[in-house]
């Protein structure tokens, strides 16, 4: 495979936010990413959950009940427990969908697309082993917080892997983790108006002279709490794509994280992004 930098040097890459999921293929499964790959999508974003023995499964941690109408959290079940549930579907019913664990994953997606794993912070060093196991040193990006203490423990535990640090409004991190031994790979940006200086032109500039990508999600968590301006998935795929889509890319964006990984892979293809 190409590094990451390589083919977001040839388009706007496409990033499946928890799989392709809908009607009765529940999110973090292995049919989810499954359709994702089919969807055209460059990178498959995964959610990783540690269980109370230490097992790593592919799941968001916090959403048990929604996702499994199970009042227990992952962080507090043996791994027995965990493979014993079962997903629900959109409208709550139960499917024959389970947790994958993390190695069934990542052998899943290797040299099929890139993965970003998500909730990296959740077990750092044993994610970290899990991805060296498998060979996906250069194929996997990893996220935490803007926190200088998981710059620490990622200099120290993974500083050959692919790194963003997840910034709000404004980012003051990057040009200080240049400096460091990390593989600086960009920075996932979050920005409630597009007014703001992880939006504007001179930081995009700025960081790609830097060789730096920048990564932009357009998916809606929360409509009383938008990550990417009023460019959404929403406006997208219900408005007017060109004011979405076409505005991130326009504005220089190199990764876009959506829902709909085939219609923005459409669009872009029309559009001559892809």
């Known amino acids: 495979m190409k590094t990451i930098r390589e083919a977001a040097s040839e388009r706007i890459l496409i990033a499946a936010h928890r799989g392709t999921a809908g009607g009765n293929i529940p999110c973090n499964t292995m049919k989810a990413y499954e359709i994702a790959l089919r969807a055209h999508a460059d990178i498959v974003e995964i959610d990783v959950a540690r269980a109370a023995d230490g097992s790593l499964f592919v799941f968001h941690p916090g959403m048990e009940f929604p996702h499994l109408r199970s009042e227990k959290r992952i962080a507090d079940m043996t791994a027995a427990e965990v493979e014993a549930l079962c997903f629900v579907n959109q409208d709550g019913v139960p499917t024959a969908d389970r947790i994958a664990k993390l190695d069934d994953i990542l052998e899943m997606l290797k040299g099929r697309a890139y993965v970003n794993i998500d909730k990296f912070w959740t077990a750092m060093p044993e994610i970290t082993a899990a991805v060296r196991r498998h060979g996906m040193e250069k194929e996997v990006i990893i996220k935490t917080s803007a926190d200088p203490k998981w710059f620490n423990m990622v200099e120290e535990i993974a500083p050959d892997l692919p790194y963003m640090p997840i910034v709000r409004h404004t980012d003051t991190v990057c040009p200080e983790l240049l400096k460091r031994n990390i593989s600086l790979l ?89």
């Open 186 to 274: 960009g920075a996932e940006v979050l920005f409630t108006e597009d007014t703001e200086p992880v939006a504007s032109p001179e930081y995009l500039d700025w960081m790609h002279k830097n060789d730096l990508l920048v990564w932009v999600n357009p998916i809606v968590y929360n409509h009383k709490d938008i990550i990417a301006g009023c460019r959404t998935d929403d406006e997208a795929m219900a408005g007017d794509p060109d004011k979405a889509w076409g505005w991130l890319a326009d504005r220089g964006f190199d990764i876009i994280q959506t829902d709909w990984a085939l219609q923005a892979h459409l669009y872009y293809k029309e559009k001559g992004r892809r």
